[in-house]
């Protein structure tokens, strides 16, 4: 089975274990590697190598956590995001499946705009942010529509592919036993392209989350972008660094769970199992 | 009473514009109510196009397909069911899910269901890996869901491409007499494309026997040793005098498709 090459981004994929590796010897060796990096980072910082003022340490971002998590700035921020990213993944997602399953399942169509995708794909989205400012301002809805259209555009791309991992025995099966439209769709082509349509939200998710935080690092007057950028430019690298080290915790934690919940739902792949 | 009768039949694609590929012509042959036909020929000489036309996937280019005097124009697994090469079950589903996925798709209820696809089930010997999933049994046992899957749907014909396909030579003889058993007690008409000569003449009441590219027929053999029939049927001299005719027969057609050797000297 090929699988397309928007696959190899995955989440997990890489750390599903090769054969002859053990998984724990892996993870033993990666938390080696973070804990040294954390290490080296202090010590640097501490004997003056590195400039704190800048660089900051993991002390300090440590430290920093209960303040900012008690600041109602950050509070909000931390709201106005999610509000934003929430919504990005909703408008995408669903503008994203419908078209990336039409796009799938109508030759013509996709001969036809599927270009279109795979262009915006490859092109920086970010140079669309001023000009979606100049349309939206520079409040939480230049965030959400730019976080949309890059939702959008990962699960169009991964459904179109969901639907290629169908297959052509299991679609002539629905044929020769004269399967409705709907019954094709619901037992056929949903469970076939299931693969690709997790791939799919996970990356929408993720890359929601990315366009909105980017937005209001240039933009906007709100958000964890807004106060990563003011943080910065006081110099307060330890809570812009906090903030970005807890934006990452939660993707991942995020990210985990999402692969389990694949797993689960998709146990009948026979790689599901490993 | 015959069920099945193919008329004049042809297909043909476009391979690219101006360029005709015929898979197939001049098809003509009857399937008799409760009668075991298969058909044998070369690989790529359009056998399985004739199965799917027959059960309606595919439309002829010229000629027609009556299934008990009704032009079949598309597929109607109440008439004809198919079990396809690959068995084709769906992995997200399990066995006793697979073997109901026919009634679903045909639109039974959900109780029919439920109680045919146990019936099948158990009667193909699988019964309890109801709850498996496929990928969790043989080949061969796959095999046998697919086959209960179009035998739920009680049809007047099974449409089997290549059922054994797929399988080991062993399975295959195993799954052969199991097979032999089932179909026998369903009392169905069966047509089952092949390209093995031992099944070709075990399996039929009648044997087509098809040319290479663009596929013919070009015999058709009756095989008269009783049933039920086991294993032991390979010895019989009838089997033997088939098998002789129908090599001659394949052989023929491979060496006439197969590029002329190069003369020595060149």
Redesign the interface.
């Known amino acids: 089975m090929a699988v397309p090459s928007v696959y190899a981004g995955r989440l997990g994929a890489s750390t599903r274990t090769r054969r002859g590796t053990s998984r724990a010897e892996a993870r033993v060796w990666r938390t080696a590697f973070i804990v040294g990096v954390v290490v080296l980072w202090e010590l640097l910082a501490r004997t003056g190598v590195i400039d704190e003022r800048f660089a900051s340490k993991p002390s300090s971002i440590v430290m920093a956590v209960p303040p900012l998590l008690s600041d109602p700035q950050v509070l909000e921020a931390l709201g106005m995001t999610l509000y934003a990213v929430g919504a990005s993944f909703a408008i995408g997602t669903a503008g994203g499946m419908l078209v990336g399953v039409i796009l799938g399942l109508q030759p013509m169509l996709r001969t036809a705009y599927f270009p279109i995708v795979m262009m915006l794909l490859g092109t920086p989205k970010s140079l669309f942010l001023p000009v979606i400012m100049l349309f939206f301002g520079l409040g939480v809805e230049s965030a959400i529509v730019f976080g949309s259209i890059l939702t959008f555009v990962h699960v169009t791309v991964n459904v179109v592919a969901g639907v290629d991992l169908v297959e052509p ?2 679609l ?9 439209r709907w ?2 769709f619901r ?2 082509i949903l ?2 392209a ?1 693969p690709g349509l997790f791939t799919a939200i996970w990356h929408g998710l993720r890359n929601g989350f990315t366009g909105v935080v980017i937005a209001q690092l240039f933009t906007a007057t709100a958000g964890i972008g807004y106060l990563v950028r003011v943080y910065s430019n006081n110099f307060q690298t330890d809570r812009a660094l906090t903030l970005i080290l807890m934006v990452s915790l939660v993707l991942i934690l995020v990210g985990t769970g999402w692969n389990h919940v694949e797993k689960r739902l ?1 146990s ?3 790689d599901a199992t490993q | 009473m015959t069920d099945l009768r193919v008329e004049g039949l042809q297909v043909a694609y476009e391979t690219r514009p101006g360029e005709r590929l015929v898979a197939c012509q001049d098809i003509s042959l009857t399937v008799a109510s409760g009668e075991f036909v298969t058909i044998i020929g070369p690989s790529g000489c359009g056998k399985s196009t004739v199965l799917h036309c027959m059960g309606g996937l595919l439309p002829p280019t010229q000629g027609r397909v009556l299934f008990g005097g009704d032009e079949v124009v598309q597929p109607n697994p109440h008439n004809a069911a198919f079990v396809f090469q690959d068995y084709s079950l769906f992995p997200w589903k399990n066995i006793l899910e697979n073997v109901g996925m026919g009634l679903t798709f045909a639109g039974a209820g959900k109780t029919e269901i439920a109680g045919k696809a146990a019936e099948k089930l158990d009667f193909v010997g699988l019964g309890e890996f109801a709850h498996a999933l496929p990928r969790e049994l043989s080949g061969g046992m796959q095999q046998r869901v697919a086959v209960a899957r179009a035998l739920a749907m009680e049809p007047r014909v099974l449409l089997m491409d290549e059922p054994f396909g797929a399988l080991d030579e062993q399975s295959r003889r195993t799954l052969g007499s199991d097979m032999a058993r089932i179909l026998e007690q369903t009392q169905r008409s069966v047509v089952l494309i092949t390209h093995s000569l031992d099944e070709a003449i075990f399996w039929a009441d009648r044997i087509i026997v098809m040319s290479a590219r663009p596929g013919t027929i070009i015999e058709e053999i009756e095989v008269k040793a009783p049933r039920p029939r086991d294993l032991s049927m390979m010895t019989e001299p009838e089997f033997q005098a088939i098998r002789v005719r129908l090599f001659d027969l394949i052989q023929l057609q491979q060496a006439k498709k197969a590029p002329q050797p190069l003369a020595g000297g060149r």
């Open positions: 025995k299991h002539m099966v629905a044929k020769a036993y004269r399967a409705s019954k094709r037992h056929v469970p076939g299931s998709t009948w792949r026979p």
